[in-house]
């Protein structure tokens, strides 16, 4: 069986070529980057948004530049195998028992925010609790595929999210923001604070990357593209807070999440246009999509590490109810939606996670690359039976 | 698993699925759908004890394409009473979304106009306009003379503010400025022009070419010394708001000063007296191209510069006569004369503005931007001096 | 005589088979034939040539070493293999004394004449079509293929229908594994018979159960051997004119014979229309469904208007309504299909005319409906292989449009591309060269680059020799 995976031509010997990789890594840079979190910290800091977006983004890249050397040095291992090897059995199942949760979360956040664009933008009336069945329908068909078709997926994808995304910064451009509206900067530094603490739920959107340790097929320059497409995604993240800071940095009582970029150019190119922006934003919105079904993938994966069963579908249905209830009873509720991203707990743990995830993985890795001469025995994981598929 | 149960399973999902999908009845209610609603296009607000809102709507006629216009007014203590209670009186969902004017009454003080886009479908692009007293008689007058024009667009403002030298503000724009530091807002007040017997059957013809039109043609022929006679609208002054509401409307001229400023004109007529070789020239007049404004402020001196440069393409007989491309010394002068018209214009407005206490030119924003600190401890509106400085470059 | 009566005792009806018995010097001699697939020439030269023959036969082997017979002639002593030989039609020969036959090729039935194929018609370019014989079919592509590299390996498959099957590929391209891998699957099948090559299919598709086609499908000798010459593996089957090559991407489906006739720029052009054509055709209806429910305010507000008017008073909801007018024209369209031509006629009348219209008229559809539905159609025939899944495709996103909005459309599209992206046929991933991306194969995917540019083969396509040209 895995004679044949190697056997994949040259195109694909591993689940991701390096291309890919770096194509995932621009839209998790600024997928959900460019979702609610603007409207949130503008609420929270009014002007001074953009600078909040950008200090939470450079972590986030430190973060990401952690990964990518993980995913580079890894070799042949995928993480599973290296933190049993580094970790013992039982602690690396502990370990990625907390990481599923960590994945858990974030699928929670991303697929929340989804929702309420949606909900506030596009539809009237938009019952969460049913169409939210389509979403998961398409999360069950990502857990059961492998992780090369999700990558395939975005790698088709990706060409429509810039293109949508350089017509909206056309937009913006064209019609001319009154961008010095920023200033002055940090006049109040206890809303900066406070978007600071907004912004660490938001934190750790590269998490998932620890599943390309060991099946990417990295080659000379892929962790440098990897890093140029991250600084390049969080850069468009970064232009568009700045957008929106610039529009409604006098009035943050007014941005709701009914507001976002769509609305912003809505109001800066008028209804000359016939709303193209919406279809730009709903388009673009896929990446969002993507997100999240990278990390429903990696809280299935997780999963099945954890049980020792490769049931996918199975896992995958079960996640899927677990999403849906806590989506349905407690996500889509505002109030208790931003508690959770702006509670004390999720506030520390969320960053912290977010740091300890890629730096544990770099470790299993530089260790597993000093043990590798010794034993060699391949633990066999979701991964390692799914490669082969 | 065999394949057989994996498709059992799959099947069973699908139906599973389709089921839950097609029979929710909230997904297929019919309610949603486009015939249950009704396009208000413009929408008229009165404050005052209760709020009052004026829908100009739009209905499908028999024909192809064809509309009949009409007008509702209801009121309610809060603005979502009343736009509740438009959709009660028109007997369907006033869909919002497609507005694309507000007419803003005396009376409405501008957090109304914050709940307006916060609590409604209504889009941030929408353009303002000031009626001079009740919102709900001038929506009455444009529905009448859309009707009479058959004008099908009632976005006049839009096109005001590409194709004519007008004041223009949206809702999100409008708001903006009353929350900056300058705390100062402004929107074109419309007003209709009644009948003069002379000019009518003119106006007609234009009103014909589309609604848009008619907003830069009355403004134009007043500029040009006409007296804009014939029914059709009139978009020459300004409303000034502060957060406390409406401060009061300025004249022709001064609004021309604020648009210069503040507003995204492009085009639009400049009209000047030029004075080459002794002999004065009235009226010259030219097309704007572009323009570029830059506020510098001096938080030492406690004085501000406007510094405006426009680009201009003069055209007509009398520009003609004077003939600036041959001679050094005609086209000294009328830069001269375009830059003391304009510089007028704008002095008109800072003065016009400093009568009711308002800062339209945003001044007071551009201390705050650049000097806080002196904005927040020393700054007086009343004291800065203001200086313009207005370059102009022929085309 | 016992030989004889042996094969015949194998016949449910032994009628039908004839036997000529006749003495050759004091040997008793018999040729069996099937009178239905054999030439009776044969029979009789083979009668004349025993009889005439000098030296005198007293077995098989003197028959075949004296006889002078421009046919082939195999000694067999295998009687399930002779009958079989029998029911291909060729000519057995018994001699008393000797348990073996004598097998002599005498096949020929009749066939049609080679003619342009109505599948893959063509301006410009070789109008030659596979006919229902194998034997024709592979002259057609051996004569296209003139190289000692041409394998062409055989097999019967059908315990019933014994259908012979011709893998054929170049040795020095295909890749050994996707040979092997087939030659597996095609082992495997165990089934009374084959009917048609698409019969083969669904052993060999690595996901039998899906919309797609995994399979590429000719009638045309010149594609298949220009898909050859890029390292696929061609299957002739005895009596189907239709070639399946292996692997399959889905851009094939967006490739026709004639690009590569025409001008390479035109034939671009052609493929970007077949492209927006398919998404027009898939997405359009959904679309309509999805704005007229749920997003108006995307609608423009003139555009609204003009629509208000033409929904005024429709019994239907714009679902209900579309899905109606999209089930109507695939019934329109399937019965059209198998009419024969001059009832086709009546019937595009009776289904365009008539019913369009008077439908319109009546207020029952409304004409955007007829509009979308038709631009949609007309979209979809760009791709005429594609119009099976994509039709059923366009009713699944019109429901879900309908029902879910552009949110349900979007993902709704998502899923099928994680679908197709997930199909890997025999390493060739199915979307390539667009995800995987190779650039390289973008020469002949959207655009299709003059032949002097495209010096190696197709990357997606596995193969062992790159190079296409020096």
New interface residues.
């Given amino acids: 069986m895995d004679n044949q995976a190697t056997n994949t031509d040259k195109l694909e010997t591993k689940q991701a070529t390096g291309k890919q990789f770096t194509a995932i890594i621009f839209i998790l840079a600024l997928a959900t980057k460019m979702f609610l979190l603007p409207i949130f910290l503008i609420q929270a800091t009014g002007r001074d948004a953009y600078i909040v977006m950008a200090i939470g983004g450079a972590f986030d890249l430190a973060m990401l530049g952690v990964t990518i050397a993980a995913v580079c040095l890894s070799g042949e291992r995928n993480l599973f195998e290296l933190l049993t090897a580094v970790f013992g059995k039982v602690a690396a199942k502990t370990i990625t028992a907390v990481f599923a949760l960590f994945m858990f979360f974030k699928l929670n956040i991303c697929v929340a925010e989804a929702l309420l664009f949606y909900a506030d933008n596009v539809f009237t009336d938009f019952s969460v609790s049913v169409l939210i069945f389509v979403l998961l329908f398409f999360f069950v068909a990502v857990g059961k595929h492998t992780l090369r078709a999700l990558c395939r997926l975005n790698e088709l994808i990706i060409p429509i999210v810039v293109v949508c995304l350089a017509i909206l910064i056309t937009i913006v451009l064209m019609t001319g923001f009154d961008l010095a509206n920023i200033f002055p900067s940090l006049r109040d530094p206890a809303a900066f604070k406070s978007g600071l603490f907004r912004h660490s739920a938001w934190s750790g959107d590269f998490t998932p990357l620890i599943l390309f340790i060991g099946r990417t097929k990295t080659k000379k320059f892929t962790g440098l593209f990897g890093a140029a497409s991250g600084v390049s995604g969080m850069c468009v993240a970064v232009f568009f807070t700045l957008v929106m800071s610039a529009a409604f940095g006098n009035v943050p009582v007014l941005v709701d999440t009914s507001t976002n970029l769509s609305s912003i150019l809505q109001f800066s190119i008028g209804n000359v246009y016939g709303r193209i922006d919406m279809f730009s934003s709903v388009l673009w919105s896929v990446s969002v999509f993507i997100e999240s079904a990278l990390f429903f993938y990696a809280t299935c994966r997780c999963v099945a590490f954890v049980i020792g069963k490769n049931a996918h579908v199975a896992i995958s249905l079960g996640v899927c109810v677990l999403l849906y209830f806590s989506q349905v009873f407690f996500m889509t509720d505002q109030t208790i939606f931003s508690f959770v991203v702006t509670s004390y707990a999720s506030a520390i743990a969320t960053p912290t996670l977010a740091a300890v995830i890629p730096l544990l993985s770099l470790v299993c890795v530089l260790i597993g690359r000093k043990k590798h001469d010794g034993s060699m025995s391949p633990a066999q994981t979701g991964m390692r039976a799914e490669e082969s598929k | 698993m065999t394949t057989q149960k994996k498709l059992l399973i799959y099947k069973i999902l699908i139906f599973v699925f389709a089921f839950i999908v097609a029979f929710l009845p909230t997904t297929v209610s019919r309610s949603r759908e486009v015939n249950s609603r009704v396009i208000v296009e413009i929408l008229g607000i009165d404050g005052g004890e209760e709020i009052g809102v004026t829908a100009q709507y739009v209905m499908p006629t028999g024909a192809q394409g064809a509309t009949s216009k009409d007008t509702v007014s209801v009121k309610g203590k809060t603005l979502q009473e009343a736009v509740e209670a438009l959709s009660t009186a028109l007997g369907r969902r006033a869909e919002l979304g497609h507005c694309s004017m507000v007419i803003v009454g005396e009376n409405v003080e501008p957090e109304l106009l914050g709940t307006l886009m916060t609590a409604t479908d209504v889009t941030a692009d929408v353009y303002l306009a000031a009626a001079e007293s009740k919102a709900e008689e001038l929506v009455g007058q444009l529905t009448d003379f859309m009707k009479k024009t058959g004008a099908t667009d009632a976005d006049f403002i839009a096109y005001g503010a590409k194709k004519s030298h007008v004041a223009t503000n949206t809702l999100l724009g409008f708001l903006c400025d009353i929350g900056s530091a300058s705390q100062s807002s402004f929107m074109p007040v419309v007003t209709m022009i009644e009948n003069s017997d002379k000019q009518s059957a003119q106006s007609g013809d234009d009103g014909g070419e589309g609604g848009g039109g008619e907003g830069s043609q009355g403004d134009g022929s007043g500029k040009q010394g006409g007296d804009g006679g014939g029914t059709g609208m009139n978009v020459e002054k300004l409303a000034l708001y502060s957060p406390d509401g409406r401060l009061g409307v300025i004249d022709k001229d001064a609004a021309r000063g604020v648009a210069w400023v503040s507003s995204p004109i492009e085009k639009g007529i400049v009209t000047a007296t030029v004075q080459a070789d002794g002999e004065t020239v009235a009226e010259v007049s030219a097309r704007l191209l572009k323009k570029h404004v830059d506020i510098k402020t001096y938080a030492k001196t406690n004085s501000a510069k406007i510094k405006v440069r426009a680009i201009i393409e003069p055209r007509g007989d009398k520009f003609n006569k004077l003939d600036a491309k041959n001679s050094a010394a005609a086209s000294k002068a009328i830069k001269d004369g375009f830059s003391k018209a304009i510089e007028s214009e704008l002095r008109a407005a800072k003065e016009s503005a400093a009568l009711y206490g308002c800062d339209p030119l945003f001044i007071g924003k551009t201390f705050y931007r650049y000097s806080p600190d002196y904005f927040e401890t020393e700054y007086d509106a009343g004291s800065v001096d203001i200086d313009f400085d207005v370059e102009i470059v022929i085309k | 005589m016992e030989n004889v009566e042996r094969i015949k005792g194998k016949f449910e009806t032994p009628e039908n088979i004839t036997t000529h018995e006749f003495k050759c010097g004091q040997k008793d001699c018999a040729v069996l034939v099937h009178p239905d697939l054999s030439d009776v020439q044969t029979v009789r030269a083979v009668i004349y040539a025993i009889k005439r023959c000098d030296r005198k036969i007293n077995t098989l082997d003197d028959f075949s070493e004296f006889a002078v017979l421009e046919y082939d002639i195999n000694i067999s002593s295998d009687v399930d293999d002779c009958t079989n030989k029998l029911l291909n039609g060729d000519v057995i020969l018994c001699i008393d004394g000797d348990r073996r036959y004598a097998v002599i090729n005498a096949r020929s039935y009749t066939t049609r004449g080679i003619t342009e194929p109505p599948t893959e018609t063509v301006m410009r370019g070789p109008r030659e079509g596979f006919i229902e014989d194998l034997k024709t079919n592979l002259s057609l592509l051996e004569r296209r293929l003139k190289t000692p590299d041409f394998a062409i390996e055989r097999m019967e498959i059908g315990r019933k229908t014994k259908t012979n099957v011709a893998l054929c590929y170049l040795k020095s391209v295909a890749a050994p ?1 996707v040979v092997k891998k087939i030659k597996q699957r095609l082992k495997k099948i165990d089934i009374d018979g084959i009917v048609d090559s698409n019969y083969l299919l669904p052993y060999l598709e690595e996901k039998p ?1 899906s919309l797609f086609s995994q399979a590429g499908i000719s009638e045309k000798p010149d594609v298949v051997a220009a898909k050859m010459l890029e390292g696929r593996v061609a299957l002739v089957v005895d009596g189907s004119p239709m070639v399946v090559t292996l692997p399959f991407l889905l851009i094939e489906e967006f490739q026709s014979g004639e690009d590569y006739y025409q001008r390479s720029m035109y034939s671009t052009f052609v493929r970007v229309l077949r492209y927006l054509g398919l998404i027009l055709a898939t997405l359009l209806p959904g679309a309509y469904v999805a704005l ?11 555009f ?9 008073g429709l019994p239907l ?2 679902m209900a309504e579309t899905l109606f007018v999209l089930v109507l024209f695939e019934i329109i369209r399937e019965a059209s299909v198998r009419m024969p031509r001059a009832v086709g006629m009546a019937m595009s009348i009776v289904g365009a005319l008539v019913l369009g219209e008077t439908a319109v008229n009546a207020g029952i559809i409304s004409s955007p409906a007829v509009m979308v539905t038709a631009l949609s159609s007309i979209a979809l025939f760009t791709v005429p292989n594609l119009i099976g899944p994509m039709s059923v495709l366009r009713l699944i996103y019109t429901l ?1 449009g309908g ?6 459309l ?3 599209v ?2 099928s ?3 197709v ?2 199909l ?1 046929a025999y ?3 199915y ?2 060269p ?5 650039y390289s194969d973008f020469k002949d995917a959207v655009d299709r680059a003059p032949l002097i540019q495209m010096k190696k083969r197709p ?2 396509i ?1 193969n062992i020799n790159e190079t296409r040209q020096g």
């Fill in positions: 594994r159960y007229q429910n749920f997003h108006y305010t995307l609608i423009p507000v003139r609204m208007i003009t629509l208000m008017t033409a929904i005024k909801s714009p879900v029902l879910c909005g552009l949110f349900g979007t993902i709704a998502l899923f591309l994680h679908y992206c997930a890997n390493d060739a991933p979307l390539a667009f995800s995987p991306l190779v990357q997606s596995p």
